[in-house]
């Protein structure tokens, strides 16, 4: 009893709870809106830290399998081709942080966790139960779906994403009172005036020029553009980011975009970075919508109800730690039940307590990968002075520059 939790969004970040609560003895229902678990055809870089959550899951073996290990990270500029920085990824990693820098489609991640949290008995996965409403009861949590079904647990945590339900009723206070609040206690998220064109390309299908086991960042200004292995190396994912408008329905995620646009956007850039653009047939583009870095613990949680990944920390993508942070958030609460269980198996979980805990030990690091992420972006992005002053900091100590002991190490236990 009073092992029972729900869980809303069956994302990275949903998927990856299910198995961290489950391993640690609780009872799951993960409602997902959609029809069926999908992931976009992109990928994510999983840094040492990603990477460990996984392994601690006992996943290493079914990463290994779809993952992609690069050699390492380069920066160049986007115009004249130069290689700005480099950081050795592979062999580096493994011996300082003790786990590899992954990259990885991300249905390939999605699918690793999805057969993972099969695999556990005391997971229920239910498709197209969109979440409407929660209401938190003195002793539990109901959520009601557009399907009109009522689930009632002990506990809740939304792992819906940018445009999360359940983070309005976290936002609106205690017993979630004051859903119109005058002011609003929370804000929808805001467009970073960003766009993110996203592809991919088959390496056999590329000219040896232009295969390639790094990660490499372009960068120009006002644009970069990432590259790097997925699916063990066979795929190259793109993602060029423009600065822009934002176009159609932002909630919509992806737009089908055409390669004449993208290539216009981007403008003149270097012949092989141009030539990577143009081998790319097909491409979507994203509006890239933020928030600002988290203020305090009452982001994560409140009551019975809490938030994880970017239902409560959505971030920009300049640091490759979006999906990161949300598997590090779960990783800590199974951490913090597992504990809570060692301690009284037999009593009821403090769930409250334990949010709190998982709140506090949590808000200070997102909101810091938050920030990183943001002024990343304006370096990336950089002109002028800054520009060059960016360009002989990666040229005198680009490896210091670009390793992050503080974030690789993670994630951080929590007491
Ligand atoms: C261009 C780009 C590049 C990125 N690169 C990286 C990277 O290299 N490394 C990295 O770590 N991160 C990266 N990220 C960030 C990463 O994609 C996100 O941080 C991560 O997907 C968040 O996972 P999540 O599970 O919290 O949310 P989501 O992936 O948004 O999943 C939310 C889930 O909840 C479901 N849902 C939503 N509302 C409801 C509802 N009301 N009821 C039921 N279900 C609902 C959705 O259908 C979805 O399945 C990148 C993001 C972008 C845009």
Redesign the pocket.
Known sequence: MNKHVLI???????MGLAVALTRAGLNVDL????PEFSEVG?????GPN?VRVLSDWGLSNALQAVAAFPDRLRVRDAHEGTVLGELPLSERARLKYGQPYATIH?ADALQVLLQAAQAEPRVTLHLK????SVHELPDGVSVL?ETGHTHVADALIG???????VRRHVMAGPAGLLPDADPPLDIPPRFSGHI?Y?GMVAQADLPDSLRTQSVTAWLGAKLHVVQYPVRRGELVNV?AVVEGRQLGNPQGWTHDANRAELLQAIGPVHPQLRDLLEAVTSWKQ?P?NDRPPMTGPYEHAQGRVAL????AH??R?YL???????LEDAWTLGRLVQRALAADSAGPIPWVDLFQRYARGRWQRNARVQANSISNGKVFHADGFLRMGRDVALSLMGDTLMDKPWLYSGPPDVV
């Open positions: 809303a969004g069956g994302g990275i970040g949903g409602l997902e809106q959609t992109a990928g994510i870089q999983l990603a991300r139960e969109r979440l409407r779906t792992c819906d994403g940018l445009w999360s339900v993110a996203r993602v994203w890239l994880a990944g970017d239902a959505p971030m993508p490759a730690q979006g999906a990161a942070m949300a």
